[in-house]
């Protein structure tokens, strides 16, 4: 037995230095140390054992299973160690090493245009509202005083959702529905998207922005909303632009009209931009026609008002002299961070 345990104690000890992993650590354990492991087996037999044998083996046996023990639990702890520190040296962080750039949004030129034209607005006095896109042929068309037969209603034209819903084709439908809720006075900016059943190409686009305006209050007439977008277009395009009125139709305005600015490239005198004309159309007005006034509710023999709505988009690529639409609802930033 004595022999059984010399031979157990060189093994062993052969067999924990060649040790590469914590799994052959605990294999090891096992094979000793364990319920059915060698040395277990030998104190089992002990019983079988004279007198004076027995203290003699059972030190020995102590002695190995100390000794694998003792063993055991500094091999393991150096292979933590050693793992430890090749984790470490892996993940190694480089603390010198230029970080990752961080790139700073701009605003979009839309946005930009918008806030001036805002800007100059609020200075008259406007509040600026928004509005549902998703709209009420009734906003967007009957209480707009159009004909049932209006071409604008046509199914080619504009995209319905049902027959009473729609996405709006215009900002317009949001005088209805301030003149709705407030009472004159009344002075608001609307702007916001609007959809039409248009292909899309350099100068068209299904969805579009345009900005409303609209006034109302007793004693408003023609004077004010010239001089009121007079100013306006003097404060977007500078002192010198002039401004012109010519006579149009709309449904909701009586009587209505389109106003051109002097082109602020050329300052009037031709250009390309302004395809040698001089002028730029830059929205439609008019006085609020009686029958819109009375769908709202609101007395055309006391009040009287006048509305105005232009195109956000082409003010915005006439200014920067975009020549493709498309460009703005792409968001390519190689093309927004121009601006
Ligand atoms: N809603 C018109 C359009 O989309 C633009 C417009 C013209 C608005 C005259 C107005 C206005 O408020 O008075 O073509």
Redesign the pocket.
């Known amino acids: 037995m004595k022999d059984k345990l010399e031979i157990i104690k060189r093994e062993s000890i052969k067999e924990l230095e060649g040790v590469e992993t914590l799994q052959q650590l605990e294999e090891i354990r096992i094979k000793y140390l364990g319920k059915k492991g060698e040395l277990t087996q030998v104190l089992r037999g002990m019983g079988a054992l004279s007198a004076e044998e027995r203290p003699v083996v059972g030190q020995l046996a102590n002695e190995i299973r100390d000794y694998i023990n003792t063993r055991i639990d500094e091999t393991a702890a150096a292979l933590k160690r050693r793992d430890l520190e090749s984790r470490l040296k892996k993940e190694n962080i480089d603390v010198t090493m230029p970080s990752k750039r961080k790139e700073i949004g701009k605003s979009h030129p839309l946005t930009k245009v918008l806030e001036e034209v805002t800007e100059v607005f609020i200075g008259m006095g406007f509040s600026i509202l928004d509005g549902p896109e998703i709209e009420k042929t009734y906003y967007n068309f009957d209480a707009l005083n159009h004909s049932k037969y209006h071409p604008a209603r046509d199914m080619q034209d504009t995209f319905y959702i049902t027959e009473d819903i729609l996405l709006r084709?215009?900002?317009?439908p949001m005088?209805v529905r301030t003149m709705e809720k407030q009472k004159p006075p009344i002075r608001v900016l609307v702007p916001g998207r609007?959809y039409r059943a248009d292909e899309i190409d350099a100068t068209h686009s299904p969805m579009f922005h345009?900005i409303?305006?609209?006034v109302v209050d007793k004693g408003i007439t023609m004077a004010n909303l010239k001089g009121t977008l007079d100013v306006f277009a003097k404060k977007l395009y500078g002192e010198s632009t002039k401004t012109r009125f010519r006579p149009h139709h709309?449904p909701?305005?009586e009587p209505?009209a389109e106003m051109d600015c002097t082109c602020a490239a050329c300052k009037g005198a031709g250009c390309r931009v302004c395809k040698y004309e001089g002028w730029i159309e830059i929205?439609?007005?008019?006085m609020v026609h009686p029958n819109v006034l009375r769908n709202c509710g609101v007395d055309p023999d006391i009040y009287s008002g006048f509305?105005?709505?232009m195109g956000l988009d082409r003010i915005v690529t006439l200014k920067y002299e975009i020549d493709d639409l498309r460009l703005l609802f792409e968001n390519d930033k190689r093309f927004l961070s121009q601006f």
């Open positions: 084709t215009q900002t317009s005088q609007v345009q409303e305006g609209l709309f909701f305005t209505s929205l439609g007005a008019g509305a105005f709505g």
